[in-house]
């Protein structure tokens, strides 16, 4: 089960700028890759030498720089300094417990925001952070661990002909984040068959538990709407042209990213809607079911309990009953029987509830 | 049941602007027709090859080419690129689950919404994505399938004196826009027909499943309200007058639009209210089931569940028990049995319970 | 039961600014008042030509025309057009569903909004759309059908000294909409007594089905939101003192109306507050009424059936039973009947049952 | 119980700035304190002739005209028209049910709210609207009865030293304000004992008919909320220091008003939540009990029912029972019953329904 | 229990500014902590005489005075009126229920927060008022009582080469309020883990009166809500640069605290809806057991109630019984029972009632 809240490991009141990590550790070394290209070539190379990089930060290609694994705060730390990064960004970098947001430091951008994966087969949702610095010429991405949401992305990048190849390091940066909410389609996808798929038991009244269900379901979807809601801002703010950073023709791009994630997001919003849909209809079959189970008490006890009474009066000792020495007494008890069940039978099933 | 939400079948992290279709084809060919008009003349023709639109778009005429069917993305292709219209437009056009939305590309405006249509005798909601691409002189509009909302339209534009032969394309797409609000109203009449008929069916407590019922409704309803509500700033977006492609003379039409769709808004919000209070009134009728089922086998269990100990007692075998040998014992335990039974009766009916 | 919503009985997808009666026709023949007056005199006449209003646009005197009944698109063509109305504005004075709403038209203000009365007797509240357009020295009213809540504004217009002599067509609309507004004040009276009466009912737990009750009231309260809630804008947007047809002086009166409508929708707002805490009172006495319809069940069946066991155990017909031949056998068999009832009834008076 | 709603008894549609007593009447005869001060002396006068006010209106001193009692239109109307007060806000100082706010008639300004006291013993709030007219050198006060909340204010009047002396009529308007504020604090106090003395009832389950308390705590929060939510923006009004009335150091003392009034709405709402959590306890306890009135029930009817028809089998006739022979079948019998109720009550045990 | 609101111990409407302690009184004698620093020294002293506090005000040097206790007037008073704090300000450290808050006296920022430490071992949250007074030079702290989550600020100060030896005022301000937050996750960590303890044991249905912790969370919730949720503004207005006293290098990093803050306000308004769905999931488990009492209920009665009619008529005494003497009859009788008994069986089975 996915964590509801962030467990400071960090100490508490160090100095700001303290890189320290605070997570999960999901990788034992940290693995880098360098991609620098420009309209003519692209290179790429994984290094495990930090130092490697140093070189690439002021040549005329961009270069994008991808960090697997965050726990490592020396490499965090040589690589901010030696890119300019501002302390405050990159003890955010180590810590993979914020919220999305967007930070401008001047000379560099600083995006955090929450790459999704759907657990193939389940409802639950893969979350890392994805930490960019946006800097002149070239772009940092951090992640918790390997294995990423932008292969397409590195694929792309082979393309001589492709606008990312012509484009700058803030066009990579606004690729990065599409391929992310590209994702987040995935996620809300599997979400709503998951709903579709407990809709259907529960309006057939089949759902086992159906309240459990509901509750998980509901507890990932905060996840998500914690992942989704706070990017709108972050692309809003990023797309408004103010940095120097960012492109206008980029910026034409990050709204369309934009109105991918409100769509997003509304979509998590429906899908609360449904949930709380489901969850009255869930409650309802359940008072349904209780007052089958009444009724079925109420029938069997209504019909006996007054036979009961009957049979119990000719069972009495008084010596003086006369229908007990009549001939036809006994058949005739079957009768009223019968005549009184009968009765009942039609006042239950006027009343429609059988 | 219309789905919750989007299946994203087309590959992930694309380049940005790549017109892939994502839906649901519904038509085998894609269909054009090109209406060429001005104040003096009209001209309606049907196209299958999407060169024959090139020819209209510098002309000081005014040109609507209205494209049936978006899973042709070569159409969408030629016809776009042709008509100098911004690559993520094209995207959002082939892919048919945008949020309603406004863009201005500058020298083009992009418009998405949904077109809805009530299926006749039922509450179910037909919904298709209708792109509008709105530049000089000229109109380009996207839906996904034959068949529309703008027959109406279509005539008009037979007429010479109308505002509409004597208006550019932005009042076209007024109009257009207008009808698509105009049938709004119609979906949102059937919902309320829908909901009154519920309504009365609860009232009288006649409802079978109302539970069912109301959630079906309410899954509806996200859908009508997902279409209508961002609709709103789209118009507002349009209308304040921004764009050099909008004359200021249509924006005060935009805005008249804008308060129609502020009243759909408004109409299925208080859908919304009423169907909560219908669930309200439905799980209630539930619970006054219950009960009722409860006094019945309560009044029943009171009443013979002490008679059938009376009985019982006087079937007991004791050898010293005097009652039995009396002579008058009978009818006298019948008179007990009967005021045991009227006292009962008595009080169950000053509680009210039938 | 007033309606949800609007019946669209409009041709969709018409030109706009087509005048076209769509609503509930309540009266036969559209009859006009004029009332043309200044300082000095005040004339009041009643014409059935509406040609006779067409003098009066350009007097310097003050004119109000009021006419009862929007069935004839004829006459308010006619009128619109010689007094200079939007045709957009013509189109919503013949569509009766409007939401209330202020369109600057620049030469002419049109106003929408909603006159209610109080069904005397009644929660129900009769609602008729009333349009005004103020324009240079007239302001023209029109209204669904005769009887309106304006009889003592046309008293006041007799009294030569009053401000409302003194005062432009600006402070007549601002009059005419302050009379609206105090019958707001008549209406939600109206209602307040209602929810007293049936709080009264639901605290004493008395109330007959108060779910239903609360439904209805629940249903008006919401029209008579969507009646109250747009208004205040209107207000605000005619006292915000942009347009040179309302002069500064009245935008103090302006913004007094504007607190009664906030005060009006302030206590809208209480009101469902109270409707919802009283739902919940009347869920719990349900609740409560099924507490007790169990315990009864629950005291009886935990009574006798013990008590029926022990009469059947000596109904058995073994031969051999001690008991059946002891001298006392019957007595103590009452004895412990007696003493068995006396456990389990204080058993449930310490539970507090009863 | 306090009113819902305001009762409309003035006549409706009067031409406004009528000075129309809409009320209840809580005095017989008007009150009028005089108090007029600057630094040097304070002259304090009870006057029962309005005329003996007129004097003042020019003085270079402070003057504090305290009414006390509303339901005499002339002695308003005269003090108003003398004070060059605006009709409306003469209408509303006779009007007592407004809605707390700020209207500014550039040479005085208009305050309305409402004085909140707690009647000792109650969680009943009494409530009375407080109108304050503040102009140039002079502060009028409007109650709708004697008695008030100004008694600390009229002793510090009385010191040479304090600022109150010092300053001018503006910064008494301060100091009337938050008095009336300081005793929201005692009513909210008030609440927030009456919210935990039930709170204590329903977590132990000993409260009688909690939910009936609960309602009328929220009808009364519901006053609370409606006299101190707008009074927010009356002091944001205020304090934002437009009115040449105001001076800037008072202002600062106005924003600290604020937050108070803010801290207050802050402690009602979460009273709001408070009483919600509390009524899910409420409900949840009323379904434990019945619950537990089921399990009393169901272990009864679950243990004697079968015994009893164990005991009904040899209460048979049959000719052919080797039972009923048997030596030891009586003892035997006892001994089956006994291990059926032991057996059933172990079940129950391990169900942990007792 | 934490207190729901402010007990008002101040006499009602004193003049402002008026120095009164209200709250509890946690220490008996004030404590002063001066700690003065600049890049090239650290000298910190525990003094018991404020006056010793006074030669600070001037010097180039930062200067921290710490003061726990605020019970007495005296020497707030007297530490205020040397650093020319605002009375009003003063009247706030006084009143420990203040809202944070902050406030702008041109000379000195004011702010008001509070200080939260978890209780170790239950969710309770011990909450204390931190004001702080932030001046040319130097900062004031009061807090409560004596123990603060200040001492890692303290052992930062020793070290020379830190950012905060080399800040300003305003940096340590800073500081103070990250270490203030940084508390807050330590207390939102606990109290996630406490709903995850509870989480646990209601969706194992094992917990024991669920409403009632739940209930208790909630209101430990409204505590912390009401700390995080201003606390966003404060550090809005202080990074916003408006001050003087605020350096724009530390508005940088109250950005950073105020993202912070975000954060924490965001998991707490998560944490709520995680108690809504636990409480839905604890009520439904209420409505599941009272489903299987009352299966249990109609199992037994609906099994044994017809077998003891059928008992019950072969106890009767007609004399005309020709089963009574059939040699079979009794085994007969058993097979009937048995076959009634086992189509019962099966149908509750078939219900899936057990």
């Known amino acids: 089960m996915s964590s509801l809240f962030q467990r400071v490991t960090k100490p508490i009141a160090q100095s700001p700028g303290t890189i320290q990590f605070a997570g999960k550790r999901h990788v034992d070394h940290v693995g880098i890759q360098i991609i620098d290209y420009d309209?003519?070539?692209v290179d790429i190379r994984h290094v495990t030498d930090?130092?490697?990089?140093?070189g690439y930060?002021?040549?005329?290609t961009v270069t994008w720089i991808n960090v697997d694994g965050v726990h490592d705060e020396q490499v965090i730390r040589v690589l901010g300094e030696r890119f300019g990064v501002h302390p405050l960004a990159l003890e955010d970098v180590a810590n993979t417990h914020q919220r999305p947001k967007l930070e401008d430091y001047d000379d560099h951008?600083?995006?955090v925001c929450r790459m999704l994966r759907a657990e193939p087969g389940t409802t639950r949702v893969l979350s890392e952070q994805l930490s960019l610095v946006l800097g002149r010429g070239f772009l940092l991405s951090f992640q918790e661990r390997p294995g990423d949401v932008f292969d397409p992305v590195r694929e792309r990048l082979q393309r001589p002909q492709g606008r990312l190849r012509n484009g700058g390091a803030d066009y990579l940066t606004y690729v990065l984040l599409d391929a992310v909410i590209d994702h987040?389609?995935?996620v809300a996808e599997t979400f709503g068959e998951?709903?579709?798929?407990?809709?259907?038991?529960?309006?057939t009244d089949t759902a086992k538990d159906p309240l459990n269900t509901l509750h998980g379901l509901k507890r990932e979807l905060v996840q998500l709407r914690r992942a989704v809601s706070p990017l709108r801002d972050v692309l809003t703010g990023m797309g408004r042209n103010e940095s120097p950073l960012v492109d206008s023709s980029t910026s034409t791009f990050l709204?369309?990213?934009h109105d991918h994630a409100v769509q997003v997001n509304d979509t998590v919003e429906s899908f609360r809607d449904m949930l709380t849909s489901l969850q009255d209809l869930a409650m309802a079959n359940m008072s349904n079911r209780m007052n089958d189970v009444m009724k079925v008490l109420t029938v069997f006890a209504s019909i006996f309990v007054p036979l009961t009474f009957v049979a119990g009066v000719y069972g009495m000792n008084f010596e003086h009953m006369p229908e007990l020495g009549w001939?036809?007494?006994?058949p005739a008890f079957w009768g009223v029987i019968l005549a009184m069940t009968s009765a009942m039978l039609a006042y239950f099933r006027r009343k429609k509830w059988f």
């Not at 930090?50 to 140093?54: I, L, M």
């Not at 930060?57 to 005329?60: F, G, L, N, S, W």
């Open 109 to 111: 951008l600083f995006v």
């Open 57 to 60: 930060r002021d040549t005329p």
């Open 50 to 54: 930090v130092a490697e990089c140093f």
């Open 39 to 41: 309209r003519d070539q």
């Open 194 to 203: 998951a709903i579709e798929d407990l809709e259907t038991l529960v309006l």
């Open 327 to 330: 001939r036809w007494a006994y």
């Open 255 to 257: 709204r369309d990213a």
């Open 184 to 186: 987040y389609f995935v």
